[in-house]
């Protein structure tokens, strides 16, 4: 098999060759205000520094299409399934305004952008969470979307990298919503068991449905610096046990102390990193 | 009966707990305690019991009867060494060919400090993944509260059945209407909205079958029991050649339930 055929999309007539424009990661203004230290940070500073606050050191949530111009190499990612979104099947109240709203600030269609890439020459199944799509939270087409990109990358022995920031499973898609945690879970054991590889990175925050499913499923588990990343929040805990938490409590550091991470990478790093441990996986292969 | 009833009937005092299943169904139960990490989470049950002639592997969520028992049984939450210890139970289960019945009861898996930094969500997660491609048959039973990932935790399954006042749903109704009208008075909305009963769940795929209740629960034991005997029957009775098949197919048939979940064309 030739490598360029390793990038092919898979046959979908859902797909088109049309790619999506990029959105910029960081709010249309000349100036942000940074949310940790107040200063005011210029737009252009912030593109340059990964979206992490060159005062403080506070790292910006950044969308999908951001990230992926960060890790994959430069026009390398080739996206499968870029027009699956979401329907309100169980007529769920108020549902279709907020789909509605996600998509217009997200600019996005799902929560999640799937497709395949290089970084630092190595092949890979790519898929980025997006925050501002109803905070990353998991439909089941965000399901669907992963699932088969697990399913492409065992047939194809592809590794995945996978970025995750999630408030859960979507509430106003019910029980559908849960059980794509069963339904991802079992296509990452699959791509596992056929000997691949999955390095998840766990960005800011990273709860609830989305923990207790394929972020916690990586081969080798990385989060960024401060983020969050629990099963339940930390405002549901404090109203059951009906005290304050301490602060670095399910943040990253705390997640690599008590042995439920391999390592916390800088955002700078991040792509440098990924690269290093495709390599180490690669048999001699790029 | 609206769908918030059937939740109050799922959580009424006096409804028989896992133990009552346990008790009921299978004879010669031995339990077994604790995770092999931690220590032993009494929210979850586990042991092996017979079913008729037949050797399982019985795990169950326990709420507890009393007070002194729900709050030793810690209201049937479980914490991350609960998931573990019923994974290690069906890893032996595997091991010796039993099959898996698992009964489900529980608000929710435990949201607390010890739970996260134990690391509830891994546990959840480890669950999920492994029950996938388990080669033994698994049944799992609701029969009461089936509350998001810490139900489905023990319910990645072939059969998935649930009792009609049970229930199963993604985030309580409580939950669900403080979030979506941050008014938690709102909950009768909230139970319909979710389509977590019992019928809806049969509609949507997420069960198999639903055991209807009877005033007496010992028509439904019996009742269950035979549903059972009738499953597990060919596992059972298929030579040693032919098991491994069945097995590969029931395998796939387990994927294949939860890939078509929200599957789109």
Same mark, same amino acid.
């Given at each position: 098999?030739?490598?360029?055929?390793?990038?092919?999309?898979?046959?979908?007539?859902?797909? /088109?060759?049309?790619?999506?424009?990029?959105?910029? /990661?960081?709010?249309?203004?000349?100036?942000?205000?940074?949310?940790?230290?107040?200063?005011?940070?210029?737009?252009?500073?912030?593109?340059?520094?990964?979206?992490?606050?060159?005062?403080?050191?506070?790292?910006?949530?950044?969308?999908?299409?951001?990230?992926?111009?960060?890790?994959?190499?430069?026009?390398?990612?080739?996206?499968?399934?870029?027009?699956?979104?979401?329907?309100?099947? #169980?007529?769920?109240?108020?549902?279709?305004?907020?789909?509605?709203?996600?998509?217009?600030?997200?600019?996005?269609?799902?929560?999640?952008?799937?497709?395949?890439?290089?970084?630092?020459?190595?092949?890979?199944?790519?898929?980025?969470?997006?925050?501002?799509?109803?905070?990353?939270?998991?439909?089941?087409?965000?399901?669907?979307?992963?699932?088969?990109?697990?399913?492409?990358?065992?047939?194809?022995?592809?590794?995945?990298?996978?970025?995750?920031?999630?408030?859960?499973?979507?509430?106003?898609?019910?029980?559908? /919503?849960?059980?794509?945690?069963?339904?991802?879970?079992?296509?990452?054991?699959?791509?596992?068991?056929?000997?691949? #590889?999955?390095?998840?990175?766990?960005?800011?925050?990273?709860?609830?449905?989305?923990?207790? /499913?394929?972020?916690?499923?990586?081969?080798?588990?990385?989060?960024?610096?401060?983020?969050?990343?629990?099963?339940?929040?930390?405002?549901?805990?404090?109203?059951?046990?009906?005290?304050?938490?301490?602060?670095?409590?399910?943040?990253?550091?705390?997640? #690599?102390?008590?042995?439920?991470?391999?390592?916390?990478?800088?955002?700078?790093?991040?792509?440098?990193?990924?690269?290093?441990?495709?390599? #180490?996986?690669?048999?001699?292969?790029? | 009966?609206?769908?918030?009833?059937?939740?109050?009937?799922?959580?009424?005092?006096?409804?028989?707990?896992?133990?009552?299943?346990?008790?009921?169904?299978?004879?010669?139960?031995?339990?077994?305690?604790?995770?092999?990490?931690?220590?032993?989470?009494?929210?979850?049950?586990?042991?092996?019991?017979?079913?008729?002639?037949?050797?399982?592997?019985?795990?169950?969520?326990?709420?507890?009867?009393?007070?002194?028992?729900?709050?030793?049984?810690?209201?049937?939450?479980?914490?991350?060494?609960?998931?573990?210890?019923?994974?290690?139970?069906?890893?032996?289960?595997?091991?010796?060919?039993?099959?898996?019945?698992?009964?489900?009861?529980?608000?929710?898996?435990?949201?607390?400090?010890?739970?996260?930094?134990?690391?509830?969500?891994?546990?959840?997660?480890?669950?999920?993944?492994?029950?996938?491609?388990?080669?033994?048959?698994?049944?799992?039973?609701?029969?009461?509260?089936?509350?998001?990932?810490?139900?489905?935790?023990?319910?990645?399954?072939?059969?998935?059945?649930?009792?009609?006042?049970?229930?199963?749903?993604?985030?309580?109704?409580?939950?669900?209407?403080?979030?979506?009208?941050?008014?938690?008075?709102?909950?009768?909305?909230?139970?319909?909205?979710?389509?977590?009963?019992?019928?809806?769940?049969?509609?949507?795929?997420?069960?198999?079958?639903?055991?209807?209740?009877?005033?007496?629960?010992?028509?439904?034991?019996?009742?269950?029991?035979?549903?059972?005997?009738?499953?597990?029957?060919?596992?059972?009775?298929?030579?040693?050649?032919?098991?491994?098949?069945?097995?590969?197919?029931?395998? @796939?048939?387990?994927? @294949?339930?939860?890939?078509?979940?929200?599957?789109?064309?």
């Amino acid at each position: 098999m030739l490598m360029k055929d390793l990038f092919k999309k898979p046959g979908n007539k859902l797909e /088109s060759d049309e790619q999506k424009p990029k959105t910029p /990661s960081i709010p249309d203004e000349l100036c942000v205000s940074c949310p940790s230290c107040s200063k005011a940070v210029f737009k252009a500073e912030l593109n340059e520094s990964f979206g992490v606050c060159p005062s403080c050191g506070h790292y910006f949530k950044i969308g999908a299409r951001a990230r992926i111009d960060m890790i994959a190499d430069k026009k390398s990612f080739v996206e499968h399934d870029a027009k699956l979104t979401s329907t309100n099947t #169980l007529a769920f109240p108020e549902y279709d305004e907020k789909l509605e709203k996600a998509k217009k600030e997200s600019k996005e269609r799902e929560a999640v952008v799937t497709g395949v890439c290089r970084i630092g020459g190595y092949p890979c199944a790519l898929f980025v969470m997006e925050p501002r799509f109803i905070m990353g939270s998991m439909g089941r087409i965000v399901g669907e979307k992963i699932t088969r990109l697990f399913e492409y990358a065992t047939k194809k022995s592809l590794p995945v990298v996978g970025f995750t920031v999630s408030g859960g499973a979507r509430m106003q898609e019910g029980i559908l /919503s849960l059980l794509q945690m069963a339904k991802v879970s079992g296509a990452v054991k699959y791509h596992s068991d056929a000997g691949n #590889l999955y390095v998840a990175v766990l960005t800011n925050p990273t709860t609830g449905g989305v923990t207790a /499913s394929f972020a916690m499923q990586g081969d080798i588990i990385i989060a960024e610096p401060g983020a969050l990343i629990g099963f339940a929040g930390p405002r549901v805990i404090e109203q059951t046990i009906l005290q304050k938490l301490p602060p670095n409590f399910q943040r990253a550091e705390y997640l #690599l102390q008590t042995g439920f991470i391999d390592g916390i990478v800088e955002r700078k790093d991040q792509k440098d990193y990924i690269a290093r441990i495709l390599k #180490l996986h690669s048999r001699g292969v790029s | 009966m609206g769908a918030y009833d059937k939740v109050l009937a799922a959580r009424a005092k006096g409804r028989p707990t896992a133990v009552d299943f346990i008790k009921n169904i299978f004879t010669d139960f031995v339990e077994m305690h604790g995770d092999r990490r931690f220590g032993d989470d009494k929210a979850v049950v586990a042991g092996i019991a017979m079913l008729g002639d037949v050797p399982v592997t019985v795990i169950g969520l326990e709420k507890g009867h009393d007070l002194k028992e729900k709050v030793m049984r810690n209201f049937g939450s479980a914490h991350p060494e609960g998931y573990r210890k019923a994974l290690r139970q069906m890893k032996l289960a595997e091991k010796f060919g039993r099959p898996i019945v698992c009964f489900v009861d529980t608000a929710g898996a435990y949201c607390g400090v010890d739970a996260e930094s134990r690391g509830q969500g891994e546990a959840i997660a480890e669950n999920l993944y492994e029950m996938m491609t388990l080669r033994t048959p698994i049944v799992s039973i609701f029969i009461g509260e089936g509350g998001s990932g810490g139900a489905l935790a023990l319910a990645v399954a072939d059969e998935v059945w649930i009792l009609s006042n049970a229930f199963y749903s993604v985030i309580s109704p409580e939950g669900c209407a403080s979030i979506l009208w941050k008014d938690a008075k709102k909950v009768r909305e909230a139970s319909e909205c979710l389509k977590l009963t019992a019928e809806d769940l049969l509609w949507l795929g997420a069960v198999e079958r639903i055991i209807e209740e009877k005033e007496d629960f010992a028509d439904v034991y019996k009742n269950i029991y035979f549903l059972l005997i009738e499953y597990l029957d060919k596992y059972y009775k298929s030579q040693e050649k032919d098991k491994e098949k069945l097995l590969d197919e029931m395998l @796939k048939k387990r994927y @294949k339930k939860f890939r078509k979940i929200g599957e789109v064309s």
